[in-house]
């Protein structure tokens, strides 16, 4: 019980100066943090808040024994819950980096329960423009112009999200080749693709379907009974991956089959995209505790030993909080590596552009960057 007072003391005298409790929703605090560029080092200034407000937050938990195991769990809990913030000061730091201080606000709630610090966390990533390209079927009709879910689906991140959203005539052109529509409903490569030919980072794909239930339609009336199915999935269009899918069914009844098969998508579509929502602020929450996923191409790799020592460098790097080898050709010369990078692309690219060798024997130069995908080069001393 003495360790647990004296964890909660010092808590106290550690986090006085920089937080107090605004009020029973709100914590403000101030953090500072150091990036490679200006985006990097607002991020770290907005975990180091986070981290003097745990402080508070740990005070009403009833075990505080183990601290840094509840630290660690609260700072990924609520890491992006910043409603707002305020610049205290700016600049370089001796090293060259930038230098961001903060006051900021924050929200003990869930983010996805809190519009103000999502639009902190879309501001975060850097406003991610997303394109959406919804198979719509209604009521045994399917025509390229057929586009209630994507409607329904653009409304809703549009307003209260703010999304940045790609041209809907783009999508409409996609919608209206066969060809293109087939490559992208079973491979998540070539909808990224896609995506970034028209400039998104996410893309949202999926089916709607809508039939009539005439079962149902016989005791109405007159009216006709529809039942929708929506499937949704998000994808990163720098890397091809999957951020997260989504299902959801409806039914509406109209007087008109098509308005009612049309009137159950949207029904299905804002039920399906709201928890696709769910999977992508998780997704990003994730980046922004843990970093990003940055997929790198070096070349110049001429052997085994060369090859160990990239490795190696590379968890030197600051920031870089994981490496995972993927593959080593030395035909090619090229080796292709995963790391978990926290700040951004640029941020990275910044500090890796002329980093020492572990072993001395040469550097590392960049030579390309599309999205999250780096291309490097080894260089000789």
């Known amino acids: 019980m003495g360790k647990t007072l004296l964890a909660i003391a010092g808590c106290v005298l550690l986090l006085g100066a920089a ?40 005070l009403s938990q009833t075990e505080i024994e183990n601290f840094q195991v509840k630290r660690d769990q609260i700072i990924t809990k609520t890491m992006g819950s910043v409603k707002s913030y305020e610049k205290i000061s700016e600049g370089k730091s001796a090293g060259g980096y930038y230098e961001v201080k903060i006051k900021a606000v924050l929200s003990r709630s869930s983010i996805n329960q809190d519009l103000a610090a999502f639009h902190i966390l879309i501001e975060s990533m850097n406003k991610p423009r997303t394109m959406v390209i919804i198979d719509e079927s209604n009521i045994g009709t399917a025509e390229p112009n057929n586009s209630a879910a994507e409607t329904a689906i653009l409304q809703f991140l549009k307003d209260p999200y703010e999304f940045e959203l790609i041209d809907p005539k783009a999508s409409a052109a996609i919608r209206s080749s066969e060809e293109k529509m087939a490559n992208i409903a079973g491979d998540a490569a ?90 992508i602020i998780k997704e990003w929450q994730n980046q922004q505790n843990n970093g990003v996923t940055l997929s790198l191409t070096i070349a110049g790799v001429s052997n085994f030993r060369l090859k160990n020592d990239l490795v190696q460098t590379l968890t030197w790097v600051p920031n870089v909080s994981a490496v995972h080898e993927r593959n080593w050709d030395m035909q090619s010369k ?19 552009d002329g980093f020492k060798l572990k072993s001395g024997a040469g550097s590392i130069a960049v030579s390309g960057l599309n999205g999250l995908r780096v291309s490097l080069q080894v260089q000789a001393m």
């Open 334 to 352: 090229l080796l292709m590596v995963d790391i978990q990078y926290k700040g951004n692309a640029n941020g990275f690219c910044t500090r890796i």
């Open 190 to 279: 070539a909808a990224a693709q896609l995506g970034s030919q028209n400039g998104a980072e996410v893309i949202i794909t999926g089916t709607a379907v809508s039939r009539e239930a005439k079962q149902l339609s016989q005791n109405l009336g007159g009216m006709v009974s529809a039942q929708a199915d929506v499937t949704l999935r998000a994808i990163n269009c720098s890397t091809g991956s999957i951020i997260g899918t989504a299902s959801a069914h409806a039914p509406m009844v109209h007087i008109s089959a098509a308005t009612a098969g049309s009137q159950a998508i949207t029904k299905a579509s804002q039920k399906a995209i709201k928890d696709l929502l769910d999977r």
């Open 19 to 58: 937080l107090y409790a605004a009020d029973d929703e709100t914590i403000i605090a101030e953090g500072s943090g150091e990036g490679a560029n200006p985006e990097e080092a607002l991020l770290a200034a907005k975990r180091n808040a986070i981290e003097k407000g745990i402080g508070t937050i740990l």
